[in-house]
T-cell receptor, first 114, second 115 residues
Framework: SQTIHQWPATLVQPVGSPLSLECTVEGTSNPNLYWYRQAAGRGLQLLFYSVGIGQISSEVPQNLSASRPQDRQFILSSKKLLLSDSGFYLC?????????????FGEGSRLTVL | GESVGLHLPTLSVQEGDNSIINCAYSNSASDYFIWYKQESGKGPQFIIDIRSNMDKRQGQRVTVLLNKTVKHLSLQIAATQPGDSAVYFCAENMGGPGGGNKLTFGTGTQLKVEL
């Protein structure tokens, strides 16, 4: 069966520090991968998506970046965090090429920037 | 801004009653909508979806209705249970890679089930 893992689950970082959140998917090949951010009491904002290794599409200009070094690995990074980067970050996947809205989400990484 | 939004941020219902959660969208070209449930501290989970060639779709205790004329959809939960307490999001598939998998989510409605 397919599983998705995110880590770390919780992170507290000072303003200006770097960030690295990692997501891996098991049990599937060539998935579409997504990073969403959820601010407190808000909806999910799509940040990045990827249809293959090294292929990244950015939805929102900001100080975050994403990379996909391997087929089932998706990394969210920042060189210098801002207070506004605080939130709940969710990685998601879907089988590549499928016309469906059924995303499978990870458990999330809660980031607090102080 | 988001093209998908919800009318009410919080909905309280008695256990056993039916729940109706509403959602409006603005893009008349949208043709695929999905409902997700998010429990506290967890990632969202798929509930049910509907395409624009349908007005109604039923699942286990859930029904989604789509009114394309007024660009409105709703999620109905029958015999609401305490385990239904969560935030519910409607999402619109805006199209994208791999056959159209770029979802735009609304703000969400907090459903609270009272015993």
């Amino acid at each position: 069966s397919q599983t998705i893992h995110q880590w770390p689950a919780t992170l507290v970082q000072p303003v200006g520090s770097p960030l690295s959140l990692e997501c891996t998917v098991e049990g599937t090949s060539n998935p579409n991968l997504y990073w969403y951010r959820q601010a407190a009491g808000r909806g999910l904002q799509l940040l990045f998506y990827s249809v293959g290794i090294g292929q990244i599409s950015s939805e929102v200009p900001q100080n975050l970046s994403a990379s996909r070094p391997q087929d089932r690995q998706f990394i969210l990074s920042s060189k210098k965090l801002l207070l506004s980067d605080s939130g709940f970050y969710l990685c998601a996947w879907i089988a590549g090429g499928r016309d469906t809205g059924e995303l499978f989400f990870g458990e999330g990484s809660r980031l607090t920037v102080l | 801004g988001e093209s998908v939004g919800l009318h009410l941020p919080t909905l309280s219902v008695q256990e056993g009653d039916n729940s109706i959660i509403n959602c409006a969208y603005s893009n008349s070209a949208s043709d695929y909508f999905i409902w997700y449930k998010q429990e506290s501290g967890k990632g969202p989970q798929f509930i049910i979806d509907i395409r624009s060639n349908m007005d109604k779709r039923q699942g286990q205790r859930v029904t989604v209705l789509l009114n394309k004329t007024v660009k409105h959809l709703s999620l109905q939960i029958a015999a609401t249970q305490p385990g239904d307490s969560a935030v519910y999001f409607c999402a619109e598939n805006m199209g994208g890679p791999g056959g159209g998998n770029k979802l735009t989510f609304g703000t969400g409605t907090q459903l609270k089930v009272e015993l």
